[in-house]
Each structure stands twice: as structure tokens, then as C-alpha cells.
């Protein structure tokens, strides 16, 4: 697992490098799975990745979860049920977490899923090629805490990976460097 600070001026490059070696080379979809609450500061990283890259490359990134409908504890376990993944898909799944200290705020990406809800003892099935998760709240304080993280920290921290995810598709699809980056 690899940890890069939110607010590291080189964390969408980062983001993008580590993100491209994960995707299998036959890959021809990215589906992003953008987990979260519209309600929660805190819990809110996911919703706001996929309203940022909502509608960018349209034929090869397919975003669930924004802050206008976001994927979150009502309706995931039904969402990840429905979908119908081609072999050719890699799924991402972005979702706030908490974790140890020296990583709160920090980015942290690896090959592998995860499992969302863990924080709250909810039972979510495993999800994602990849995943992608902001550390938001030391794992020892208390999760009612969570309503009040810092809204401009994650708002930075989804700006970086959201451009981090962006420069990937660009790259892995060989968009030409004039498309936008973001919405």
C-alpha cells in the first residue's frame, strides 16, 4: 500500500503512477465506485471524487456515486449486485477510512478491494481492482467526530485524486493533452 500525503504538490502524478501500474493491460473500461455520504464531512471523499470527474471520457470511465446521488449505506450492497463487470472493466473503489495517526490525511492506494463500512462494524461485501482511500480520522478518536472533519481537507484530498484519476484515463487511453482534467 502506498500513502501520499493530500496536500503534496506532486500527489495527482503520484496518484496516476501508482494507479496505472494496477490497471491490467487488456483494461478498456474504468468503472469508478465512489463510496460515501452527501451528509458527512468526514464520509463525503467518495461523492465527491465522482462529482468531479462525473461526465469526463464518457466511453472508457463510468462513475457511481456523486454528492447529487451518492453510493453510500442505503444503496450499495444493492448496487454492487446489479453490476455487470466485463473482463475488460477495472473497478476502482474510493472511500474515506480511518487509520493510524502518522496517516491521517493521506492518500492511500493498492492493488486489491476494499471493504466499506469496516469503521462502523457494517458488513458490505468486498469491492474494487483497486482501491483508493482518504484517510480521514486517527482510528482510536471517536467516529462522531466524523460529521466534522475539515471540509476544505477533503476537498483538496478529492481534487488530487480525482486529477489523479483523470491523468490515468488520459494516459491509458491516449487522450490527447488539451482534454480537460476535470469538471
Known amino acids: 500500500m502506498q500513502f501520499i500525503s493530500y496536500d503534496n504538490p506532486l500527489a495527482p502524478l503520484l496518484i496516476r503512477n501508482h494507479l496505472f501500474s494496477f490497471l491490467?493491460?487488456?483494461t478498456e473500461q474504468i468503472v469508478l465506485l465512489c463510496i460515501g455520504s452527501n451528509r458527512i464531512n468526514g464520509d463525503s471523499l467518495g461523492p465527491f471524487v465522482g462529482t468531479l470527474l462525473t461526465g469526463l471520457y464518457p466511453n472508457h470511465l463510468t462513475v457511481i456515486g456523486t454528492l447529487k446521488e451518492p453510493l453510500d449505506a442505503t444503496n450499495l450492497g444493492a448496487t454492487i449486485h446489479q453490476l455487470t463487470i466485463s473482463p475488460s472493466t477495472c473497478v476502482v473503489a474510493i472511500d474515506s477510512v480511518v487509520g493510524m495517526q502518522p496517516y491521517?490525511?493521506?492518500?492511500?492506494?493498492r492493488s486489491g478491494p476494499l471493504k466499506a463500512g469496516s469503521a462502523l462494524n457494517k458488513r458490505f461485501p468486498a469491492v474494487g481492482d483497486v482501491s483508493i482511500m482518504g484517510v480521514m480520522l486517527e482510528e482510536k478518536k471517536e467516529?462522531?467526530?466524523?460529521?466534522y472533519t475539515n471540509l476544505?481537507?477533503?476537498y483538496q484530498m478529492a481534487r488530487a485524486i480525482a486529477t489523479g484519476i483523470s491523468l490515468t484515463v488520459r494516459q491509458r487511453f491516449s487522450y490527447h493533452t488539451t482534454s480537460p482534467v476535470l469538471t
Open 152 to 154: 476544505h481537507v477533503v
Open 104 to 109: 491521517v490525511h493521506s492518500i492511500a492506494i
Open 143 to 147: 467516529l462522531h467526530e466524523l460529521p
Open 24 to 26: 491490467p493491460t487488456t
